[in-house]
């Protein structure tokens, strides 16, 4: 239980034992209480003040299985509020075995300097120069950095993009085999890691000092429950070994709700040829891998290894968010040039969701035709050549909109939606407008309860309070550094009573399925407190005319839930 | 009656022969249910099945027309 705090004013590094006011959180929590606590609300998200804090789960360096997310906070760029964004990867699992609670990045680098932070198997913290990697994209970063310190590291990193402090820069995480395929995409947190001159951190694996289990038997016992039950749900068992996330492509067309050409359409032109079903197909026929483990402790292997006609690697964890925005936003039918734009956003460090978005808007405006996946490929390549137009794409939807004098900009607190339309979906809706991080696809998703008929995606009824529980579901899971493609066998029943037990086991409490509940309100409370100190109000939480006025095809319906409706989705909580 | 079926997700595994690309034709009953398209192809309870008609999710009693085009999916969650 330490927090390594790294000062780039001086290149000073403390290490501190947690104090008591954070004790027991992990992950989004943590980042959400600390921000809201140590970061001035109105302060510049690219100065000195902000602080980008690095969090594995609070269970993340245990035996227990996909506990590998890490978060990443800071106060955003993009949106001006409160950000988390989480990725997978190995490096959660690296720190969480040095008993590292958290890296907090403060102040900021002069002008110019670049640095690189190691952590090595020993907890040892050291910042060194480098100023010959500026500029370099991720791939060749990562590969740079596994030679030098050895495969068995993990990078944490940013490119071109988080260099010249763009709104969409992600950081990108490494996977299993070295690549840094994983995003911490959202909020332009690599904007803010550029801001403070830090080009990558690179932690050791193999790590022994991880916190210890208060009951271990109590929690190997219950370890192995988890392990029977996502083994065992249909979803994280059998779906997404087999097809991943993009295994979503077939329903969300299916029920007219795939955003596309830039939210015109709630179905793409030729979406089976970019299916999960497809993809399998394709990957499997060509010799990738369309189950690949790409996080530490994974049990799922939601992954894949997309490669070419030739066998060649291409990208890795091409997942429904990314089909969508790159494919279904654009008119882009077609999955080599969808994974293409993978790779490129991965290796220039870009958000694939609001580049994407960003995108269509151009298109929309009739700068490019829909469907023309060589100017798409030319617009993102734009980002690294740091022209106008790249500036303009990687900073975003409302940059974009602005630009191309576009008022369609489906976005919410800047950030763009995701691939669920809110008039097709309107609990999605709640959840983008609602959503203290922006428009979000993890933060309060419905598809999955739209599926199983648990509510009808096209009725008012139950949306918002549909919304307002996952939201806080989520929040909770999101402390724990657990995977939300294994979550969802965990949410109830037996399989929820022993992720429960692993957190009472890990920490020697005795949590009750309520206290999960009262956990994602904290951590939403420290988001909405911060995002009103920093001059959020209500009107923030709405989403753009265009979905209350312009009917989505195919059931030609409009967004239908009231601003009322909407300020009491969290309102409700007090909060 | 015939309807046109597509099997989404893992659901294809259930059926010999099945390829994507082609879908599958169905012969029910006249006035045969979804229900009757699932008995058919045999597909597994376990699977929770969703109906998709038309962009709309689809309850096991309702009628279908022939030639109706049916997509069978499986539900999965967001992320």
């Known amino acids: ?575 | 009656m015939k309807v046109r079926v597509k099997l989404y997700g893992t659901l294809g595994k259930h059926v010999p022969g099945y390829e994507i690309s082609n879908g599958i034709e169905v012969e029910i009953p006249d006035g045969g249910k979804v229900k009757d398209i699932l008995s058919v192809l045999h597909m597994p309870e376990s699977q929770g099945v969703v109906v998709v008609i038309g962009g709309s999710i689809m309850t096991p009693d309702y009628t279908l027309h022939d030639g109706a085009s049916v997509s069978l999916l499986q539900p999965l969650s967001g992320g």
């Not at chain 1, 001086?10 to 008591?20: A, L, T």
């Not at chain 1, 979406?271 to 497809?278: D, L, P, T, V």
């Not at chain 1, 197909?281 to 799922?300: L, Y």
């Not at chain 1, 023309?372 to 303009?392: P, Y």
């Open chain 1, 1 to 575: 239980m330490k927090f390594i705090r790294v000062n780039m004013n001086n290149k000073s590094i403390r290490i501190e034992d947690v104090p008591q006011q954070y004790l027991g959180l992990g992950g989004r929590g943590l980042t959400s209480v600390m921000i809201n606590l140590e970061v001035p609300p109105t302060c510049d998200p690219l100065g000195p003040e902000n602080k980008l804090i690095i969090a594995p789960g609070s269970l993340s360096g245990t035996p227990l299985v996909n506990t590998s997310r890490i978060s990443i906070g800071a106060k955003s760029p993009l949106t001006g509020g409160i950000k988390e964004s989480n990725a997978g990867g190995t490096v959660s699992d690296a720190l969480g075995r040095l008993g590292v609670t958290a890296i907090i990045v403060e102040g900021k680098a002069p002008e110019g300097d670049l640095s690189l932070l190691r952590i090595d198997v020993n907890g040892n913290a050291t910042l060194s120069s480098v100023a010959d990697f500026k500029g370099m994209r991720t791939y060749t970063l990562t590969e740079k950095l596994l030679k030098q310190y050895g495969e068995k590291n993990a990078v944490l990193c940013i490119g071109p993009a988080g260099e010249k402090q763009l709104s969409s820069a992600s950081i990108q995480s490494s996977d299993v085999d070295g690549h840094p395929c994983r995003a911490a995409g959202r909020g332009g947190l690599g904007a803010v890691m550029g801001a403070k001159g830090l080009k990558a951190v690179v932690v050791e694996h193999g790590g022994k000092t991880a916190d210890p289990i208060a009951d271990p038997e109590a929690f190997k016992e219950a370890a192995k429950a988890v392990v029977k039950a996502v083994r065992e749900h249909p979803m994280s068992g059998q779906m997404m070994p087999a097809l991943g996330t993009a295994g979503l492509v077939a329903p969300v067309n299916s029920m007219g709700a795939f955003p596309s050409y830039n939210a015109r359409k709630g179905v793409l032109e030729g979406w089976e040829k970019i299916s999960g079903e497809a993809m399998a197909e394709m990957i499997t026929k060509r010799g990738g891998n369309p189950s690949h483990m790409g996080c530490s402790q994974c049990i799922v292997h939601c992954s894949n290894v997309f490669v070419d006609a030739a066998g060649k690697y291409v990208t890795s964890s091409l997942e429904y968010e990314t089909i969508w925005s790159m494919g279904g936003m654009t008119g882009v039918a077609d999955l080599d040039i969808i994974a293409r734009l993978d790779f490129l956003c991965d290796d220039i460090g870009v958000d694939t969701m609001n580049t994407g978005v960003a995108i269509a808007i151009a298109m929309d405006a009739g700068y490019r035709n829909f469907g023309d996946g060589q100017a798409v490929i030319e617009m993102v390549e734009e980002i690294a050549k740091d022209t106008e137009l790249g500036r303009i794409i990687g900073s975003g939807p409302t940059a974009a909109g602005k630009y191309f004098k576009n008022a369609r900009i489906p976005a919410v607190k800047n950030q763009g939606v995701a691939a669920y339309d809110p008039r097709a979906m309107l609990g999605n809706g709640v959840t983008f407008a609602t959503c203290p991080m922006g428009a979000d696809h993890t933060a309060g998703n419905l598809v999955g309860e739209y599926l199983v008929g648990a509510l009808d995606p096209l009725n008012p009824e139950g949306q918002v309070e549909t919304s307002r529980n996952l939201q806080i579901g989520v929040a909770a899971v999101d402390s724990t550094g657990m995977c939300f493609m294994a979550a969802a066998a965990l949410a109830d029943g037996e399989g929820g009573a022993a992720f429960l037990k692993t957190i009472n086991a890990k920490f020697g409490i005795q949590l009750q399925p309520a206290d999960v509940g009262a956990l994602g309100i904290r951590v939403l409370t420290a988001e909405r407190e911060f995002n009103k100190k920093a001059g959020f109000t209500e009107k923030d939480d709405r989403l753009p005319r265009f979905y209350y006025e312009e009917p989505l095809p195919p059931h030609n319906k409009v967004f239908a839930i009231s601003d009322q409706e909407l300020d009491s989705t969290l309102g409700v909580l007090g909060i």
